[in-house]
Nanobody
Framework: QVQLVESGGGLVQPGGSLRVSCAAS????????MAWYRQAPGNQRELVAS???????NYRDSVKGRFTISRDNAKNTVYLQMNSLKPEDTALYYC???????????????WGQGTQVTVSS
């Protein structure tokens, strides 16, 4: 199996910064796309940012210029640096990856349990 463990969430004031991390572990052969999603109460889960294995990134419009996604392929870890945070960024942030497991053909989607980010004064 593949496990994703997020860390780094918390409470921050508007305009502040926070970095969340997600480490993948288990019987991993390779990881394709890694991404961060978020879900606020009453809302659907939405893509925040994604990064391909080669480093190509994609961001939702509302976070462009404020958030930066990066990854360390040697550590199977993805990061999300969040700057200039706004109250509307408050949500449960989920880590996602598409990975190939050792001994298996094809790739599968995996999700973390989520880490809470709250932006409030």
């Amino acid at each position: 199996q593949v496990q994703l463990v997020e860390s780094g969430g918390g409470l921050v004031q508007p305009g502040g910064s926070l970095r969340v991390s997600c480490a993948a572990s288990g019987s991993i052969f390779s990881i394709n796309t890694m991404a961060w999603y978020r879900q606020a109460p009453g809302n659907q889960r939405e893509l925040v940012a994604s990064i391909a294995r080669g480093g190509l990134t994609n961001y939702r419009d509302s976070v462009k210029g404020r958030f930066t996604i990066s990854r360390d392929n040697a550590k199977n870890t993805v990061y999300l640096q969040m700057n200039s945070l706004k109250p509307e960024d408050t949500a449960l942030y989920y880590c996602y990856c598409n990975a190939v497991r050792l001994g298996f053909s094809g790739s599968y989607n995996y999700w973390g349990q989520g880490t809470q980010v709250t932006v409030s004064s």
